[in-house]
């Protein structure tokens, strides 16, 4: 009994949450409003990523940015002073991830009215933030490769429900051993739509076409 009692609250949360971010999503589109979530391991290179990423973009879309952190504003004073884009702390307070709830607190404390991109960046984890939906638009992963191509082996969740996959630091090829097609194989195995961008926040090697993406991604949500 104690089993089946767990098993029922926690479909309920989710079912719950899934209920609001299907709501946030309705709003954010009356609004105009495109949400990325972006979610990968601590370390991964997100902030560096998201900094070049904004800095390619925000002349030409109104951008805003929600730094998550269980306790901590470092990254959000980073992407604030290096883009000068509308950029809010959130904090989790021990909390893993962040659910449709903490998302839609989040932008009503940012007052994005006027913005046509909005970046999430989720807490540090390959785990937790996969199972909870956020009410974004897309959720863009990242995988660094330091971290080695098994990760979509191991958390497979993670690679199922992003939709475009990053593959950071490819400056540090080098050093380490990452083999493409075998992280990329596994991950169509769980996620036929996926595509793949490697590039180097460092060098800028594949933030071109990554920008052109997301670009193109905001001009076509806002066509619908």
Do not use: W
């Not at 863009?140 to 939709?163: A, H, Q, R, W």
């Not at 475009?164 to 630091?169: D, G, L, M, R, S």
């Not at 990554?210 to 066509?223: R, S």
Request: aromatic residues 8%; proline residues 4%.
């Amino acid at each position: 009994m104690g089993d089946l009692k767990v098993i029922r609250v926690k479909q309920s949360i989710l079912s719950n949450n899934d209920n609001r971010a299907n709501d946030l999503r309705a709003e954010l589109k009356k609004k105009g409003i495109f949400l990325i979530n972006v979610m990968s391991s601590p370390g991964s290179g997100k902030t560096t990523l998201l900094v070049n990423l904004i800095n390619r973009l925000k002349d030409k879309l109104k951008i805003g940015v929600m730094e998550a952190d269980i306790d901590a504003d470092v990254d959000a004073n980073t992407v604030s002073k290096q883009t000068g884009v509308k950029t809010i702390q959130l904090n989790t307070s021990g909390e893993c991830h962040l659910d449709a709830k903490m998302t839609s607190d989040g932008i009503d404390g940012l007052q994005p009215d006027g913005l046509e991109l909005l970046f999430l960046e989720n807490i540090g984890n390959l785990v937790c933030p996969a199972e909870f939906d956020t009410g974004a638009n897309f959720n863009l992963v990242i995988l660094s490769i330091p971290e080695g191509d098994d990760k979509p082996i191991k958390y497979p969740l993670m690679f199922t429900v992003g939709n475009a996959f990053v593959f950071t630091k490819i400056d540090a090829l080098p050093l380490f051993t990452f083999d493409f097609e075998k992280a990329e194989e596994a991950i169509l195995r769980h996620n036929k739509g996926a595509v793949f961008f490697p590039v180097s926040a460092k060098t800028n090697e594949g933030m071109e076409a990554l920008a052109d993406y997301v670009y193109k991604l905001v001009k076509d949500y806002q066509a619908k």
